[in-house]
């Protein structure tokens, strides 16, 4: 790992997950015993808009139960499940932070799904040439110095014809406050503006077939969000948890700097040519 990545895994292992999961499940009235994928859904979708704007990407997209699929940057496994429970994809899911993968083993095995998990580097996929139909990368690319590194392994392990949907945070202005939910520190945080992506795909040889700036949907998810929050405090189970005790600096920052038109969710659905 480099140092970057030391910094990076640091940031996301907060140490003893899963018994803070399954305390805050049992907490919010569910049985573990009894655990569902969707009871995951406020602490498993670990981006602006949760499961909904995971649904919104994929849908776009012609999924079934033929279909490999490389989740990359996985997290603790929510957009891989849901891969796995609306589409009946066959999904293998990748992440850089150890803690994060043997999470998603054990919440994919206590929610009764199959999927594989592995431990490994978007920048440096272990995987054979030509290998799935669809990549994901759903707010990873914040973390990845290299996109262009990142665009060309995407594109080494896709099939032709295959489809690679990203939906990140990417830069329109000025670098937010830190901290940030995917970095602590501007040392481990590569907001990419979208003609970066873009550039890094077409060198990659992808076509983009749609692009959506997801702005508008952000600000009206984090206005629902803070009402909720008014009304009845803080939920026992929701993405607070994978943040630590900063949660709401770096959520109040990332919503400053989308509401100040810095940063924003993007939606891209590039075809490998
Ligand atoms: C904000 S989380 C998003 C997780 C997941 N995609 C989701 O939406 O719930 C960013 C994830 O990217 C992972 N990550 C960061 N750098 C990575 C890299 N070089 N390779 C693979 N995963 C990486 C982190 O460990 C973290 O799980």
Redesign the pocket.
């Known amino acids: 790992m480099t140092d970057t ?1 030391d910094r ?2 640091a940031h ?1 292992g907060v140490g003893n997950l899963y018994d803070r999961i399954m305390n805050a499940l049992r907490a919010s009235g569910v049985d573990p015993a009894a655990l569902m994928p969707d009871h995951l859904k406020p602490v ?4 602006i808009g949760g499961a909904e704007a995971t649904v919104a990407l994929l849908d776009q997209l012609k999924i079934d139960p033929g279909t490999h699929v490389l ?6 496994g ?2 891989t499940r849901l891969l796995v429970s609306r589409y009946g994809a066959d999904v293998t899911g ?4 150890p803690e ?1 993968v043997r999470i998603a083993e054990r919440l994919t095995d206590a929610a009764g799904l199959k999927a594989s998990f592995i431990e ?4 440096d996929l272990p995987f054979d040439d030509e290998s799935f139909d669809l990549a994901t990368l ?3 690319g914040m ?2 110095p290299d996109k262009a590194r990142l665009f060309r392994e995407a594109g080494r392990v896709l099939k032709h014809g295959g489809t690679f949907a990203v939906y990140d945070v990417m830069r329109f202005g000025a670098h937010p406050v830190f901290p940030l ?2 970095a602590s520190e501007p040392e481990v945080s590569f907001l990419g503006e979208p003609e970066e992506y873009l550039a890094a795909a077409e060198a990659a040889h992808f076509q983009l077939r749609a692009r959506r700036d997801r702005r508008e949907v952000a600000k009206d998810f984090f206005a629902r969000m803070q009402a909720r929050m008014a009304e009845e405090g803080p939920p026992a189970l929701g993405l607070p948890i994978l943040m630590g005790d900063a949660a709401p600096a770096k959520v109040a920052n990332m919503i400053e700097a989308v509401n100040a038109g810095d940063i924003a969710p993007v939606e891209m659905i590039f075809d490998k040519r």
């Open positions: 990545e990076i895994t996301y498993d979708e670990f981006h989740d990359i940057g996985c997290g603790i929510g957009t990748i992440d850089l932070t994060y490994g580097s978007a920048l759903i707010h990873v973390n990845l939910p995917w």
